[in-house]
């Protein structure tokens, strides 16, 4: 435990998009699952929770890893072609209903201690999804990775938040639910905060089930 946060600091929080604010990472498995199927190679749920807030391309290299295939870059670009289609085909279901439970109050919560909000995902679909969920007027900033050259585990995406926020990263807190993603809040020197199992998010600073009841205060450490 590294827990460099303390009240005062925490200007901003930057929050994952895809399995923190909805359950889009679901999404992602099933498109990916359907495309693992379409090319013959076994692919668990398990697999899949190797691939949270893993970028597309990387993301591929993973599955055909599996079964020791490789593909040329044509076919490279078609099957991520294919798994982005699948996968947009799965958010037209998206509606504000779909907001993970805690999660307006928490955002509510955040807005009326005087805390910046970013959303900062590596999904290019984060705008789309942001949209259907109808929280816009929520967060004061989206990064996406379609912003950034290097994605998580890389700290990039999240400085680019930070700083578009006006915020210092030691002043920032992430909520992530994937193992890149804690590794990237470290790597950028902010405060970390992992949802999911310890396995998965057991690097972060601090380690809850979901937001179903974290409060504001929870968040900042202060309660
Ligand atoms: C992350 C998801 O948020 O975005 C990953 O956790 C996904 O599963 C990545 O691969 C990239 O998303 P997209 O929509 O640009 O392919
Ligand atoms: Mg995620």
Redesign the pocket.
């Known amino acids: 435990m590294h827990d460099h946060s303390s009240a005062g600091q925490i200007l901003a929080v930057l929050f994952?998009?895809?399995?923190v604010l909805t359950d889009?990472?679901e999404y992602?498995?099933l498109a990916?699952k359907r495309l693992a199927d379409e090319l013959g190679i076994p692919f668990t749920r398990e697999d899949g929770d190797r691939?949270?807030?893993?970028?597309?391309r990387p993301?591929l290299e993973i599955i055909l890893g599996l079964s020791g295939r490789t593909g040329s870059e044509d076919e490279m670009q078609e099957w991520?072609t294919r798994?982005?289609a699948h996968?947009q085909e799965l958010i037209t279901r998206v509606t504000p209903a779909d907001l993970l439970p805690g999660v307006a109050t928490l955002l509510n919560g955040l807005r009326k201690r005087g805390i910046k909000i970013a959303v900062a995902?590596?999904?290019?679909?984060?705008p789309e999804v942001i949209r259907r969920l109808e929280i816009e007027d929520s967060i004061d900033q989206l990064v996406?990775?379609?912003m950034v050259e290097r994605?998580?585990p890389f700290p990039d995406l999240f400085l680019r938040a930070a700083r578009e926020l006006g915020a210092e990263p030691a002043a920032c807190i992430v909520v992530e639910?994937?193992a890149a993603?804690i590794e990237a809040a470290i790597a950028a020197g902010m405060v970390s905060v992992g949802l999911g199992p310890e396995e998965r998010v057991g690097k972060a600073d601090r380690v809850f089930a979901d937001l179903e009841g974290v409060t504001a205060d929870n968040l900042l450490g202060i309660a």
């Not at 995902?121 to 984060?126: E, I, L, R």
């Open positions: 994952d998009l895809d399995g889009t990472a992602h498995y990916w691939l949270r807030g893993v970028s597309r993301a991520m798994k982005n996968y995902s590596a999904s290019k679909n984060s996406h990775g379609g994605q998580k639910d994937a993603g």
